[in-house]
């Protein structure tokens, strides 16, 4: 049969509608399946998984699992059965390069949350080191959490209690303006505690001259007898870190050390030198 070539054309072009149809379609369920996690974009080469694939994935033993947080971070609250090796580390590649010599499962990188990038950065450092089947669950430790208590740490118990999440509103109403934190830890019975490393004072003093004490957040003896006595002596303790993050790990601790008189610096140290700026102008 001999088509009128008008009949042709509606044909091709309904074709070509078809085809926008799909491809529509896939992007619109591309953007709507990064949505909500901006580091997908950034880091287009980074193969992530849900936390639906990732339960899967261990429940079929199919995977080893890698905190790439701090250790502090990892002895706080992690993936059951997940081991530590932070992406800041220098050995961080040669690390995982012996990690994957030693397995083939799949190798999948996770840490804080959404917005929390290390995980990328670990799947790019593992493609740059040609180390294969890596993966990011980039949804975080604190939604996993939530979605699998039996399948995570809080401290060192498990099931974790999700009453014993500490959510954002708790961990916001301990904080403090760099210039309230500074007036307030004036007030009798009160110690200010610096928890930098060494590597972000640089090896300077603290903010506040001979008013503060440094202990580093990995000497986690240390900082438990510190709080271990502060509980006894019904003393306050002010806290502060390099940019207001790491302090809601240590809220863990001191919570469940029972104590009760604690505040952090909003934005750390950072922003308390932010403040010192916008003073001098």
């Given at each position: 049969?001999?088509?009128?070539?008008?009949?042709?054309?509606?044909?091709r072009?309904?074709?070509?509608?078809?085809?926008?149809?799909?491809?529509?379609?896939?992007?619109?369920?591309?953007?709507?399946?990064?949505e909500?996690?901006?580091?997908?974009?950034?880091?287009?080469?980074?193969?992530?998984?849900?936390?639906?694939?990732?339960?899967?994935?261990?429940?079929?033993?199919?995977?080893?699992?890698?905190?790439?947080?701090?250790?502090?971070?990892?002895?706080?609250l992690?993936?059951?059965?997940?081991?530590?090796?932070?992406?800041?580390?220098?050995?961080?590649?040669?690390?995982l390069?012996k990690?994957?010599?030693?397995?083939?499962?799949d190798?999948?990188?996770?840490c804080?949350g959404r917005?929390?990038?290390?995980?990328?950065?670990?799947?790019?450092k593992?493609?740059?080191y040609n180390?294969?089947?890596?993966?990011?669950?980039d949804?975080?430790?604190?939604?996993?959490?939530?979605?699998?208590p039996?399948?995570a740490?809080?401290l060192?118990e498990?099931?974790?209690?999700?009453e014993?999440i500490?959510?954002?509103?708790?961990?916001?109403?301990?904080?403090?303006?760099?210039?309230?934190?500074?007036?307030?830890?004036?007030e009798?019975?009160?110690?200010?505690?610096?928890?930098?490393?060494?590597?972000q004072?640089?090896?300077?003093?603290?903010?506040?001259?001979?008013?503060?004490?440094?202990?580093?957040?990995?000497?986690?003896?240390?900082l438990?007898?510190?709080?271990?006595?502060?509980?006894?002596?019904?003393?306050?303790?002010?806290?502060?870190?390099?940019?207001?993050?790491?302090?809601?790990?240590?809220?863990?601790?001191?919570?469940?050390?029972?104590?009760?008189?604690?505040?952090?610096?909003?934005?750390?140290?950072?922003?308390?030198?932010?403040?010192?700026r916008?003073?001098?102008?």
């Amino acid at each position: 049969m001999i088509r009128h070539p008008y009949q042709i054309f509606i044909c091709r072009n309904s074709m070509l509608q078809i085809s926008l149809l799909i491809l529509s379609c896939l992007l619109f369920s591309t953007s709507f399946a990064d949505e909500g996690f901006p580091g997908r974009k950034i880091y287009p080469k980074v193969q992530t998984l849900s936390i639906e694939q990732l339960y899967e994935k261990i429940k079929s033993d199919d995977v080893i699992v890698v905190d790439v947080r701090s250790e502090y971070e990892y002895q706080t609250l992690k993936v059951l059965n997940a081991i530590n090796i932070p992406v800041a580390k220098k050995s961080f590649p040669t690390e995982l390069k012996k990690l994957r010599e030693g397995t083939e499962k799949d190798i999948v990188f996770y840490c804080n949350g959404r917005s929390c990038y290390k995980s990328y950065k670990a799947g790019i450092k593992a493609l740059n080191y040609n180390v294969k089947n890596c993966f990011s669950y980039d949804a975080g430790v604190f939604e996993w959490a939530l979605a699998y208590p039996e399948q995570a740490v809080l401290l060192t118990e498990t099931p974790v209690a999700k009453e014993r999440i500490i959510s954002k509103e708790e961990f916001k109403s301990r904080q403090l303006a760099p210039k309230e934190f500074s007036e307030k830890s004036l007030e009798e019975n009160s110690i200010i505690y610096d928890i930098r490393d060494r590597e972000q004072r640089r090896g300077g003093s603290g903010l506040f001259m001979f008013r503060d004490k440094n202990v580093e957040l990995a000497n986690i003896n240390k900082l438990n007898r510190l709080i271990k006595k502060a509980v006894e002596s019904d003393t306050t303790l002010y806290f502060y870190d390099q940019k207001g993050k790491q302090v809601r790990w240590l809220q863990y601790t001191l919570e469940s050390q029972g104590l009760k008189n604690y505040y952090f610096m909003k934005g750390g140290a950072a922003a308390y030198y932010d403040m010192l700026r916008q003073e001098q102008i």
